[in-house]
Structure formats: C-alpha cells, structure tokens
C-alpha cells in the first residue's frame, strides 16, 4: 500500500510538462490512452489531483493598501462585493483582507485591474 501512496505522490508533483511526457510514454509504450484529454491523470490522482488543481484555478483577491485615493478604492470596493459604505470602508481601512475568495483567474484579474486602476495595491492568492 506504501507503493501506491508514494506513486499517487509522485503523479500529483508532476509539472504541466513532465505529465504530458507521461501521457505520451503510457501512449506509445503501453497503448494506453486518455478517454477525454486526460482522464489517465484523473484516474491516477484523483483525490490529491483535483486539490492541485482547484488551487491552481481559484485565487483570492486580497487588498493590500488603499493607497493614496481610498475614496475611489470604497467605490470599487463597493462596487465588486456588494457591500454597504460602512463595511466596504472598514474592509478598505483594515488592509491585508480579501475582497473575494475563490474566484477563477479571469475574474480575479479583472477585480485586481479595477482596484488598482483606482489607486490601491492588490495581491492574487
């Protein structure tokens, strides 16, 4: 059982490249092919597989500083979670807290722009 675990280990830590190396060697040598581009790799790691994977995906928008302009940095506060004056500006004045979490990249890119555009200094998690 050791064998296993440590093998589903090593098939987790896989880079993006060394993986597509290991699809084609089980191709080639084996004659074994993914059903839908990579179902080889699920059915390898499946529990350790998708943690890697929902990491990769989900960010967290985390404001930083204000900056000099903290009145544009509430609005657009304001404007992506929804929140009341009142919050948005204790969230804003509190630094270092997440104004979304567990976003996809695009929407967490989009969110950063935004806030930085109005003076703030943000970090994607």
Same mark, same amino acid.
């Given at each position: 059982?050791?064998?296993?675990k440590?093998l589903a =280990?090593?098939?987790?830590?896989l880079?993006l490249? /060394?993986a597509?190396?290991l699809?084609?060697?089980?191709k080639d040598?084996y004659?074994? +092919?993914?059903?839908?581009?990579g179902?080889?790799?699920?059915?390898g790691?499946a529990d350790?597989?998708g943690?890697a994977?929902e +990491?990769?995906? =989900?960010f %967290?928008?985390i404001?930083?500083a204000a900056? %000099?302009?903290k009145i544009n940095?509430?609005?657009?506060?304001?404007?992506?979670?929804?929140?009341?004056?009142k919050?948005a500006?204790?969230?804003?004045e509190?630094?270092?807290k997440a104004v979304k +979490?567990?976003v %996809?990249?695009? +929407?967490?890119? %989009?969110?950063?722009a935004k806030l /930085?555009a109005?003076?703030?200094?943000?970090?994607?998690k």
């Open positions: 059982m050791a064998d296993l440590a =280990e090593s098939i987790v830590g880079t490249l /060394e597509q190396e699809k084609t060697i089980l040598e004659g074994i +092919e993914p059903a839908a581009g179902a080889v790799m699920v059915a790691g350790a597989g943690e994977a +990491e990769k995906t =989900e %967290d928008v404001l930083k900056g %000099d302009k940095v509430i609005k657009e506060v304001r404007g992506i979670t929804g929140l009341g004056l919050e500006k204790e969230l804003v509190a630094g270092g +979490e567990g %996809d990249k695009a +929407e967490a890119e %989009d969110i950063k /930085e109005a003076g703030a200094e943000v970090e994607l």
